[in-house]
């Protein structure tokens, strides 16, 4: 079974600074991975995906995320945050039995920005 | 388009009564997903339907679930005899898949069940 690790619960970041979001998955196969974010009252928006070639992948509001199959890594990163990026942040990996429809979420990262 | 629709947005109820869900995905869209979200956590996927058939369900469904997509648009999800433990946010979610590969899921802004 797959399955996603967000090994930071919490990360506090300045504003303006970079940010470097992490994620280890656990598959058998070639994974397809996603980054979603969560503000408070929202549904889940996609912010980038990985399904194959070019293993560093551009997102929404300025995101990337690098698959870094050695280290069954897909770590998410941005140059400079924005006190709007404040919000909860969830990597998941599609499973391959229903057509990489269902996914398997991590538990998250809260982003905080401090001024 | 006005997105996955989930409806209502909060439901209070005491432990023992049935509650339902309802949820209206994007139009074109022939799949749909519930997850369930507790705090703390990330969202766990419950089950999903291609058009109109179930065609997958985790075991975190107990019996006292049922989820339903009858004519292949919106879908309700029931659950009977509610428990504390039952406290969740339940999200929906809808793509447009059935090809070769990935689909990408649209999320709605989910139901939050409190259970007395």
């Known amino acids: 079974a797959q399955s996603v690790t967000q090994p930071d619960i919490h990360i506090t970041v300045s504003e303006g600074a970079s940010l470097e979001l992490r994620c280890n998955y656990s598959?058998?196969?070639?994974?397809?991975l996603f980054w979603y974010v969560q503000s408070p009252g929202q549904g889940l928006q996609l912010l980038l995906k990985y399904f194959s070639g070019d293993t560093l992948v551009q997102g929404i509001k300025g995101f990337e995320a690098e698959f870094k199959r050695s280290q069954s890594s897909f770590n998410l990163r941005k140059p400079s945050v924005h006190w709007s990026d404040a919000a909860e942040y969830f990597c998941?990996?599609?499973?391959?039995?229903?057509?990489?429809?269902?996914?398997?979420f991590g538990k998250g990262t809260m982003l905080l920005v401090s001024p | 388009d006005t997105g996955v629709s989930q409806d209502p947005r909060h439901k209070i109820t005491k432990r023992g009564q049935n509650v339902t869900f309802r949820c209206d995905p994007i139009?074109?869209?022939?799949?749909l997903y519930w997850y369930r979200q507790t705090l703390g956590q990330g969202p766990e996927f419950l089950t999903y339907?291609?058009?109109?058939?179930?065609?997958?369900k985790s075991r975190l469904l107990s019996d006292r679930f049922s989820a339903e997509r009858p004519k292949g648009s919106f879908s309700t999800l029931e659950i009977q005899r509610t428990e504390q433990g039952d406290s969740a946010m339940y999200l929906c979610a809808s793509s447009f898949g059935g090809g070769s590969g990935a689909n990408v899921l649209t999320f709605g802004a989910g139901s939050r069940l409190t259970v007395l």
């Open positions: 598959y058998g196969a070639t994974p397809y």
């Open positions: 139009s074109e869209h022939n799949r």
């Open positions: 339907f291609q058009n109109e058939a179930q065609l997958e």
């Open positions: 998941a990996v599609g499973a391959a039995n229903s057509g990489y429809s269902t996914l398997t």
